[in-house]
């Protein structure tokens, strides 16, 4: 089982994905972009990157929302992969992982398309069974995909939702509500920290929002 501690404004990345929903605006995933040594663009997303001076290692994805004119003059970063069985996003973090880059930060997945946005955030557990260490990023808030027992540095007070994907056997420490084995998606949203460390426990995988 595994025993993952977070620690959310510490955390160190590999490589950063800039994804083509609603670009960031607030200032932590902004930080964790303009921070980061590697950062790969879906193919979506590189037009605005490139225009306020970004610069991917990469721009990956299936080419159709790149016009022609970048794709001629960002050739050398273009990774083209026409296959639709996944979606630029995922296409992004195969190809980081790939080069062995394994904590990955996603940012500027959601917004825009709703279907696109639940989409994003539901790989995250796929990605983590992939074996990738990634969370995402919002302009409100991180997503965390969990697996087993898990804790996280939160403020006391703090809100904190859960949403489970079949894990059974939950308990938790540090939260004000009781915590049980979630059948729905609402079920496990808005809890509170009662702790300055908050831990959850179950047998399988879930997903932790912690709002900024």
């Known amino acids: ?12 990345f590999h490589a ?3 994804a083509a929903g609603s670009y960031p605006t607030h ?7 303009a921070n980061a040594e590697t950062v790969v663009c879906c193919d979506g997303a590189a037009e605005a990157f490139l225009a306020k001076g970004g610069t991917p290692i990469a721009i990956v994805g299936d080419g159709d929302s790149l016009s022609e004119a970048l794709k001629e003059r960002y050739a050398h970063l273009l990774h083209q992969e026409s296959e639709q069985e996944t979606n630029d ?3 992004a973090v195969h190809y980081l992982m790939r080069q062995g880059k394994k904590r990955i930060a996603i940012v500027g997945a959601t917004g825009k398309r709703e279907d696109h946005t639940l989409g994003n955030i539901s790989l995250l557990i796929e990605y983590m069974r992939q074996g990738a260490d990634v ?5 409100f808030g991180v997503f965390i995909p969990c697996s087993g027992k898990s804790s ?10 859960l949403f489970n994907f079949g894990a059974t056997g939950f308990k938790s420490q540090g939260l004000k509500y009781p915590i049980y084995d979630f059948t729905n998606w609402w079920q496990g949203t808005l809890n509170e920290a009662t702790l300055s460390q908050v ?6 995988d879930y997903l932790v929002y912690l709002p900024y």
Not at 1 to 9: A, D, I, V
Not at 135 to 139: A, E, S
Not at 152 to 159: I, R
């Open 27 to 33: 200032s932590l995933p902004l930080q964790i972009l």
């Open 1 to 12: 089982m595994n025993n993952s501690h977070f620690s959310l404004y510490k955390s160190q």
């Open 199 to 204: 831990t959850i426990d179950a047998v399988g």
């Open 152 to 161: 996280f540095d939160v403020s006391v007070g703090q809100q904190i939702s």
């Open 135 to 139: 969370q995402m990023f919002t302009d």
């Open 16 to 18: 950063v994905v800039l």
């Open 89 to 91: 996003l995922s296409k």
